[in-house]
């Protein structure tokens, strides 16, 4: 009987000690799962977006020889606007990057109405914010600024394998929308009007690799 009794408490120790465990880890997945799904959830609205030939063109495409911004817009599905990169517009790049403050969290990470500005980083950012390293970015050569109509602007960066990231940031960028001559249809009132691409050449002074 005294054997029974203690194998028996013995038992119910193991099993208190086993919920206990699971509990644990239960709440380590509840926080960890979050921050997966955020990025999983931005993947897939990305992918979403990426039947349009052109808009993943805009993406991935990279001239080693010309370093140009583009304007995509995202209505009409096509780059509308070439400028030549500057340093101003560089700087001021770089400087959203040195602000970005938390991800992005959105289920359709891309607008239906707006534009999306690709600013080439030349030569390209080095970063060592958690934001990006824990996603295995180290590097930025493109940055994607992203302005939806009547929200507020954020960020892509696209990681060696043109996976999406999403960035909420602080910055000027109506500084921006004045230096690529870009006005937002929702603040004229009006469709921006038709506007050609302009062929231009990169004729910057190349400066060191800047750390943020």
Do not use: H, W
């Amino acid at each position: 009987m005294f054997i029974f009794t203690l194998n028996a408490r013995k038992a119910i120790l193991f099993l208190i000690l086993a919920l206990i465990l699971v509990f644990l880890l239960g709440i380590f997945f509840f926080i960890e799962r979050p921050q997966k799904d955020v990025k999983n959830s931005e993947i897939v609205a990305c992918s979403a977006n990426l039947d349009n030939s052109k808009f993943v063109a805009f993406l991935a495409s990279s001239d080693s020889e010309q370093k140009n911004i583009e304007i995509f817009d995202i209505i009409r599905g096509e780059v509308i606007k070439v400028k030549s990169l500057t340093e101003e517009v560089r700087t001021l790049s770089a400087s959203y990057v040195r602000n970005v403050k938390s991800l992005y969290v959105k289920v359709n990470a891309f607008p239906n109405k707006g534009y999306i500005v690709k600013i080439p980083q030349v030569p390209p950012l080095k970063t060592q914010k958690p934001l990006f390293t824990d996603y295995g970015i180290n590097t930025i050569s493109e940055l994607f600024v992203i302005f939806p109509e009547q929200e507020v602007p954020y960020l892509l960066v696209l990681d060696k394998k043109y996976n999406p990231f999403f960035y909420n940031f602080e910055g000027n960028t109506e500084k921006l929308l004045s230096l690529i001559e870009l006005e937002m249809a929702s603040q004229a009132g009006i469709e921006p009007a038709s506007v050609e691409p302009e062929s231009t050449t990169l004729s910057i002074r190349p400066l060191g690799q800047m750390i943020f």
